[in-house]
C-alpha cells in the first residue's frame, strides 16, 4: 500500500520538533481525517535556513511532513513556494488515492509558514 519511502519517512522522520523563535509557522488541519501539521521555518537570506515540523496523524501525513520539510531546507522562499503536492507525491514515490489529500496539507502548512514570514517582514 505505502511505498518504501513513505515507510522508511513515516518510521524515521526527518526534522521534527519546534523552533522556538520561528520567523514563519504555518498551521493546517483536515477536520475530516484529524490531520493535523505545524510547520516552523528560520529564514537566513531569504532562504529556508531550518525547518521543523509537529503532525498529529496517519502514516502518509507523517512521511508528508518528513519529505516537505527535506525539500523546503537549505532552498529560497521563492523555490520552497513552488513545492506542489504533485511533487510531495513524486518524491514519496507515491500515495494511494485516499491519501493525496495529506501530500496537499504539507505544502499548504509550508505556504502559510512562508506567508506569515512576509507578512511579519512587510510590517516592519
Do not use: W
Amino acid at each position: 500500500m505505502y511505498s518504501q519511502i513513505v515507510i522508511e519517512h513515516f518510521a524515521n522522520p526527518r526534522n521534527t520538533g519546534v523552533i522556538e523563535d520561528a520567523d514563519g509557522v504555518g498551521e493546517v488541519g483536515n477536520p475530516q481525517c484529524g490531520d493535523m501539521m505545524t510547520f516552523y521555518i528560520k529564514v537566513e537570506d531569504d532562504r529556508i535556513a531550518d525547518i521543523k515540523f509537529q503532525t498529529f496523524g496517519c502514516v502518509a501525513a507523517i512521511a508528508v511532513s518528513s519529505i516537505v520539510s527535506e525539500m523546503a531546507k537549505g532552498k529560497t522562499l521563492e523555490e520552497a513556494r513552488q513545492i506542489t503536492r504533485k511533487a510531495v507525491a513524486e518524491a514519496l514515490g507515491g500515495l494511494p488515492p485516499n491519501k493525496m489529500h495529506c501530500s496537499n496539507l504539507g505544502a499548504e502548512a509550508l505556504a502559510l509558514a512562508i506567508q506569515q514570514y512576509e507578512e511579519k517582514r512587510a510590517a516592519h
